[in-house]
């Protein structure tokens, strides 16, 4: 969920042609890696300290030779459907480029289902420390993709929104009457599905937990090739300005959260440049065929915006083209964090878990000279409470997929 930063440098526009290079590139590591995956990986369980209750299997044991299914096909709304004027040898490159890529995120899409709903079956309940239950759904992750890097897992609390996972000293218990956001992703060669959802226990916020849902199933309905990104923001605003509970009768309007955004993804890049508003005010620039997209919408019963507090620094990203750090210790620990996290988000969880010691430091000065990118937890006012959700989907030619669609959500 980018946050509109004020001078946040853009990410670096990618080129096609270099992108479909890079997909074949990584459709070929694919192949390679699922046929070294059958083998060896079994063997190479890196935690076997860490047990997973009744983890289910992995998804390409139950879906042979790329046979994961789509979970929702939406039609396009009138105007937008297949494109007959554009160029057509452009497009026939787009769609070799998305017969390779689909399959890779609906991998990625069933191995998020399955690891959301293990998760809230068997780890997610009042009692729970946040450190071990990130961890487990990390390793859940990690395990069912075949070890594939990993992508952060969140976990934010009540009127903090986005940003947050618990670091080491942490300490802190769900509470029976928290609001937590779970956002993950899932990587299968780059190709990333980023979904989130909420969980409460307290049955009084059901209607906020509904107001964010519904959010986000209307600015996926509204999405579509040609679309004006300003448009879907205004759906989505629409959606907020409907929803209010009352709780002892006090009266709490849902705001949606006007700093905070959807995104245009692009292979190990969460945020490839464009933004989904959830408010009015938005871009009018348009929605083109084969994006992939990560709609999330954040309603809030505080003041709508929301800021960094200071309170939890855990989220970061390696610079996609990082400046040369000054010592060798620093150079050593970036191409550490390149290898094993590429440009993708991570946590100081992550940075044990590959075995790293006292990288503090090191990791400091690398965010001082912008080789590394934090991201502070960001949050509204004290004593709000924040509700999110968020599917992935792609404007395929002639219809758009909800890759992360579940029964769930
Ligand atoms: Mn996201």
């Not at 090739?225 to 409907?242: K, M, P, S, T």
Request: hydrophobic fraction near 35%.
């Amino acid at each position: 969920m980018p946050a509109k930063k004020k001078g946040q440098k853009q990410q670096a526009e990618f080129n096609e042609e270099d992108e479909l290079a890079f997909l074949e590139a990584a459709a070929q590591a694919n192949q390679t890696r699922k046929q070294a995956a059958a083998t060896v990986e079994e063997e190479t369980k890196k935690d076997e300290g860490l047990v997973l209750t009744n983890l289910p299997e992995k998804p390409s044991v139950a879906f042979p030779n790329n046979t994961y299914p789509e979970k929702e096909i939406q039609e396009y709304n009138g105007h937008n459907g297949y494109r007959t004027t554009s160029e057509e040898l452009k497009q026939i490159e787009r769609l070799e480029y998305m017969e390779k890529v689909v399959p890779d995120l609906r991998e990625g899409a069933e191995v998020h289902r399955r690891v959301r709903q293990w998760a809230m079956a068997n780890v997610i309940k009042p009692g729970v420390n946040l450190f071990d239950m990130c961890a487990q759904i990390e390793e859940a992750v990690r395990r069912l993709t075949g070890y594939q890097p990993i992508t952060r897992g969140l976990a934010s609390l009540n009127n903090c929104a986005a940003h947050s996972t618990p670091n080491h000293n942490d300490g802190r218990v769900l509470q029976p009457d928290d609001v937590m956001k779970i956002d993950f992703g899932v990587n299968i060669n780059g190709n990333i599905i980023d979904s989130a959802f909420t969980v409460c226990f307290d049955p009084k916020f059901d209607p906020l937990l509904q107001s964010a849902r519904d959010a986000t199933n209307t600015g996926i309905k509204t999405a579509g090739i040609d679309v004006r990104l300003c448009d879907i923001g205004d759906a989505i605003n629409e959606v907020f300005d409907a929803a209010s509970y009352e709780i002892n009768g006090k009266t709490y309007q849902v705001k949606p959260v006007s700093n905070l955004s959807g995104h245009l993804m692009a292979p190990y890049t969460i945020h490839a440049g464009k933004s989904i508003p959830i408010c009015r005010g938005g871009s009018g620039e348009k929605m083109a065929e084969g994006e992939l997209y990560a709609c999330e919408t954040f309603g809030t019963t505080g003041k709508g915006r929301v800021h960094s507090l200071g309170d939890n620094l855990s989220h970061y990203m390696v610079n996609p083209t990082p400046p040369v750090p000054r010592t060798p210790q620093q150079r050593k620990l970036l191409k550490t964090l390149q290898e094993n996290f590429s440009t993708l988000a991570f946590c100081p969880r992550f940075i044990d878990y590959i075995g790293e010691k006292k990288y503090q430091l090191n990791l400091r000065q690398l965010c001082e000279c912008h080789s590394v990118v934090e991201y502070p937890s960001l949050s509204d006012v004290k004593g709000s409470h924040v509700a999110q959700f968020e599917h992935s989907f792609i404007l395929l030619p002639t219809h758009k997929e909800v890759l992360s669609r579940g029964d769930d959500y």
